[in-house]
């Protein structure tokens, strides 16, 4: 590795140690039971994970994501970010692995699907992903309808494509730890954050503005949040289990 590597790997090691200690010391996880209200299909293969997920999802959908384990999440940065696979695994999950896992066993990045088997979020940078056999290879996820008008789904989808196009919107990292924090020890502060620096749910927040996910700001957004937002309803999961679907959309 370069100087540049060293540093960050280094450097990552001691912010992820802190960040334990933090999300298991001081926060109090919640205990979630995600299967509950959903049917189970089973134990599927990966290209029947995939055939049925495309099947089933809609543009304007919010995905929430999180890998199958932490060796999952470098072998899919490793395949999809071969140029900043250090700084992304160790940077990127410093905040999604571990802090946003003190907020509750529950998911960790957001993103929206814009249509033709591709997901827009932010991540270091804005990014559109193919949602692939890679992709069900090494990751848990659930799909949600938003309770909202199909013009507001296409409007989100119009500026998921327009920021990606721009790359006006950026990852901040210190206002990722300002939210989570403030979720994860269950306050009620607010901060004047910047608008276009944001992480994954406060970027989702941003596109679907007319949706109140939350009473609060969009910048204050977490993934708990969307999760459990009563704008949101479960369509489909895939956890280390299986296939689970509401009657709706069987």
């Known amino acids: 590795m370069g100087k540049i590597d060293n540093f960050l790997f280094y450097t990552g090691i001691s912010i992820l140690i802190l960040c334990i200690f933090l999300a298991f010391i001081i926060f109090h996880p919640k205990k979630i039971n995600e299967n509950e209200y959903l049917i189970f299909i089973g134990g599927l293969t990966n ?3 995939l055939e049925k ?10 995905l929430l994501t999180k890998p199958k384990s932490l060796y999952d999440s470098y072998e899919y940065n490793k395949k999809a970010y ?5 700084s992304n695994f160790f940077f990127y999950n410093m905040f999604d692995k571990i802090l946003i896992s003190s907020i509750g066993d529950t998911y960790w990045h957001v993103a929206v699907y814009i249509g033709n088997n591709t997901m827009n979020s932010l991540y270091l940078d804005n990014r559109n992903e193919i949602i692939n056999e890679d992709f069900i290879q090494h990751k848990y996820f659930k799909v949600l309808n938003v309770k909202t008008s199909e013009e507001n789904k296409n409007l989100a989808v119009e500026r998921a494509d327009e920021h990606f196009k ?5 990852y901040s990292l210190k206002n990722g730890l300002i939210i989570v924090s403030i979720e994860s020890a269950n306050l009620n502060r607010r901060y004047n954050l910047k608008e276009n620096e944001l992480v994954c749910s406060s970027y989702v927040a941003l596109i679907y503005k007319e949706v109140n996910f ?3 700001p969009f910048t204050h957004i977490t993934p708990v949040d ?3 937002s009563d704008k949101t309803e479960v369509k489909f999961l895939v956890n280390e289990t299986g296939f689970y679907v509401k009657n709706e959309v069987r």
Do not use: A, H, S, V
């Not at 997920?53 to 919010?62: A, K, Q, S, V």
């Open 47 to 49: 290209e029947e994970i």
């Open 82 to 86: 071969k140029k900043k696979r250090i």
């Open 166 to 170: 721009k790359q006006d919107i950026y």
């Open 53 to 62: 997920t495309l099947g089933l999802m809609e543009p304007g959908d919010i």
């Open 226 to 228: 969307i999760e459990f």
């Open 214 to 216: 939350d009473n609060k």
